[in-house]
């Protein structure tokens, strides 16, 4: 089941014992961010803080913070079973079956009905208008000591191309300054500040703060901008977005929203905006960015206010970047066929490590692939770091990845520094802001057609007729009450047993398919 509202999936976690409602009073100055960071970090709950200090309004945080979590945000049981729909969806091939066309009918259905519909009155986001708003009433959290202010973490930012009238959704942080003015933090690579650059000195902004989790989500997926988001977000929970026309800009939102802040952005207007506790797990330098005026604010009758903590992982992002890993690979795949998995790991903050395996067929394969990622716009251009392995490596399995990948890789040959654009937060070592050099790691098995002149050594695998001794024999060697103790330095314990037998399986199967003797 998707969800047409925040309040519907904020019940629907409530019935599955996915959240906790915090009654105490509690401060939007560090102390939500500090309970909702121990929170995540315990893989708990989401939150729903009922009495917040300065505010009439509830605040809940840590709404994706699972998989459990942000598979129910798409009206799924796993991320993989929405990877499935895509994979459905991107499926060309002439249906030859009565069962695989009605599945290919159903698809596509589903794929119509996801375009938004415009309703013109009776919309819950517009329940409450407030013409002389003040920014002051949102509990706004501020979530490390050092940051610049309040930040709203969660925005849905909403904003126009004035010559095609496309419109565009993007999270991008927002300081709260006073009553009617705020930071507006779009980056120069941001699809939001490419249109703001198109009107000139202000720019219609609408800011949608609250609403379904397919909506949220959708934002911050890496499409092209040819691709709306709130269409995306409608083929992935199977039914249209409403949407409603503000009261005071030409802009749409979703109907079913929890607040809207309506204004403008004043593009040479720049104040200091941060620093911010950011996901790179130090404080991003304070910059000029332009400032949002705020003239008017719509709001259901009970709304709830959404946030996020961003700081050192594992934090609730983690989730919302494995959703993008999961749904996106069959669309990479298209692209960049020879993928076979690919591991976006979370203490890389999802772009500055991406670990790749490709099914490898011809030298200097691993470098196109590389290539083809970082030239795929906004889905992998700014990743910092990426990382090539044959097809039978696990690469969500980052320990072997590590093992695989410092045992095979010679840094003279194998290594690809390559110059191109970062993320503005990017603090390492960019020569300029915004620019900066990338690594790419070809940690592939090596063959003569690529300099490689000795015979690459085979992999170590216990023959067919031992391990089917010793798993027959097993119980006479008395080991049947062997506990296996996890240790999480050296690796040992019930995971690398499981997968040891795994492999043994699947090498026993391949034996058999070639005639293997029992």
């Given at each position: ?318 989730w919302l970047g494995k959703a993008t890993e999961r749904i996106f690979l069959p669309l990479l795949q298209m692209v ?183």
């Open positions: 089941m998707a969800f047409d509202s925040l309040g519907e999936y904020v019940r629907a976690l409530r019935r599955a014992g996915e959240l906790a409602e915090v009654s105490a009073r509690v401060s939007p100055r560090l102390e939500i961010a500090e309970i909702t960071d121990r929170v995540v970090k315990a893989g708990g709950p989401a939150l729903l803080f009922t009495n917040v200090e300065g505010s009439a309004f509830p605040v809940l945080t840590n709404q994706f913070g699972s998989e459990r979590r942000m598979a129910m945000a798409f009206g799924a049981r796993t991320l993989d079973e929405v990877a499935a729909r895509v994979r459905r969806t991107l499926d060309l091939r002439v249906p030859r079956t009565a069962k695989a066309r009605l599945v290919t009918a159903v698809t596509v259905g589903s794929l119509l009905t996801a375009f938004p519909r415009t309703i013109k009155k009776d919309a819950p986001v517009q329940a409450v208008e407030v013409r002389s708003p003040d920014l002051r009433m949102l509990p706004v959290l501020q979530t490390w000591p050092l940051d610049g202010g309040p930040f709203i973490t969660l925005p849905l930012v909403i904003t126009k191309d004035p010559q095609s009238g496309v419109q565009n959704v993007g999270i991008y942080r927002i300081q709260v300054y006073d009553a009617t003015h705020a930071a507006m933090h779009w980056q120069r690579h941001k699809q939001g500040r490419a249109q703001a650059r198109k009107w000139g000195r202000k720019t219609p902004v609408a800011i949608v703060i609250g609403a379904d989790p397919a909506i949220t989500y959708a934002a911050t997926a890496p499409l092209p901008p040819e691709i709306g988001e709130i269409p995306f977000a409608g083929f992935l929970r199977g039914r249209s977005v409403r949407m409603v026309r503000c009261k005071t800009i030409d802009l749409k939102v979703p109907a079913d929203a929890e607040f809207v802040l309506e204004g403008h952005v004043d593009n040479e207007d720049m104040r200091l905006e941060g620093p911010f506790g950011d996901h790179t797990g130090v404080y991003s330098l304070a910059d000029y960015y332009p400032t949002f005026h705020l003239e008017c604010v719509t709001h259901r009758k009970r709304p709830i206010y959404p946030a996020t903590v961003v700081g050192k992982p594992p934090m609730e992002d983690a960049v066929p020879e993928i076979i998995d690919y591991n976006l790991p979370v203490e890389g903050g999802f772009h500055n490590l991406a670990i790749v395996s490709i099914r490898k067929s011809y030298p200097g394969q691993a470098q196109k692939v590389m290539n083809a990622l970082w030239g795929l716009g906004h889905m992998m251009m700014l990743t910092r770091c990426i990382l090539v392995v044959d097809a039978d490596v696990n690469v969500q399995d980052v320990r072997e990845v590590a093992w695989f990948t410092l045992n095979n890789v010679d840094p003279s040959r194998d290594l690809v520094v390559m110059r191109g654009p970062v993320d503005d937060l990017d603090h390492s070592g960019s020569w300029l802001p915004a620019l900066g050099h990338k690594l790419g790691i070809d940690a592939t098995r090596k063959g003569k057609d690529e300099g490689y002149l000795r015979d690459w050594p085979p992999d170590i695998e216990m023959d067919f007729e031992t391990r089917s001794l010793v798993s027959r024999r097993w119980s006479e060697y008395g080991l049947d009450d062997l506990e296996p103790r996890d240790d999480r330095w050296s690796g040992q314990g019930f995971a690398a047993l499981r997968k040891l037998l795994s492999a043994a399986s699947r090498a026993s199967q391949a034996d058999g398919a070639k005639g293997t003797p029992p």
